[in-house]
């Protein structure tokens, strides 16, 4: 008899261990849910700019066809070039990369376009991170980035400052540049519109790189070309753009 009761409450702790350690398990991965949505919110967010770390597909590589050495075009930009919201292979990176191979001359050269786009970059961030590109120099450089300042209030002398930064280093590897502009919702105030919307063509100016006016041309305000949030470009608004970057790219392109 006082081994059957040492057997039961044997069994019955360890059925009252079994149960703790279920519950246990139950509350560590709830906390682990919590987490993992706080990170999400973080890394959708942004909040952080400085020392940004570039994004694995950004990591410069050399990929050949045929023998040949790809024409490299980095694209340092924010989420719009990252392509929030949207697959990769439906960013207007890739897009431009397949139409680039397709369009100009694929038995001559070969184009790979690098996508350095970081979700919630501003220029300080894209000015902390365009030496890590350049460390292996890419043939061309686009700079689409200046959004996020504006829609942060950054005082368009600041963004000014960090856009002519990054080109001037990038000019200084000798690559060349294009800058890509951007604009605002009108709820900013005009002051704020006009000295921000004319950083852009001033830089194309004072700096001699080409200047692609609006980045979002068509896309911009346009519910069927964005995400709900309407903000960010669905893959027809991707597509846009790519157009629109293609057009503007293709006049400054060697041989072509």
């Known amino acids: 008899m006082f081994v059957q009761k040492f057997e039961d409450n044997t069994h019955d702790k360890y059925l009252e261990l079994k149960r703790g350690i279920k519950l246990n398990m139950v509350k560590i991965h709830k906390r682990a849910n919590l987490w993992q949505c706080a990170l999400l919110f973080i890394l959708i967010t942004g909040c952080s700019n400085d020392g940004e770390i ?47 191979n397709k369009n100009l001359l694929p038995e001559q050269r070969h184009y790979q376009v690098i996508n350095g786009g970081v979700t919630g970059s501003t220029t300080s961030g894209g000015a902390s991170r365009i030496d890590w590109h ?69 830089l194309s100016n004072e700096l001699e790189v080409p200047l692609l006016p609006f980045l979002l041309e068509g896309v911009g305000g346009k519910p069927g070309m964005n995400l709900p949030d309407r903000i960010h470009p669905n893959p027809a608004g991707q597509r846009l753009i790519c157009e629109t970057v293609y057009t503007h790219l293709i006049e400054y392109l060697p041989n072509n």
């Open 54 to 100: 570039p994004a694995p597909n950004a990591i410069p590589h050399a990929q050949e066809k045929a023998g040949q050495t790809p024409f490299r075009i980095l694209i340092l930009g924010d989420s719009l070039t990252e392509g929030y919201g949207v697959s990769p292979a439906q960013a207007y990176p890739s897009l431009l990369e397949a139409k680039l």
């Open 134 to 202: 350049l460390k292996s120099p890419p043939d061309y450089l686009i700079v689409a980035l200046g959004g996020n300042d504006g829609l942060r209030g950054i005082p368009p002398a600041e963004s000014k400052q960090n856009l002519k930064s990054i080109i001037e280093r990038a000019l200084q590897k000798k690559v060349p540049v294009m800058i890509a502009g951007m604009k605002l919702p009108p709820n900013y105030g005009p002051v704020h519109l006009r000295d921000f919307e004319k950083i852009f063509s001033e």
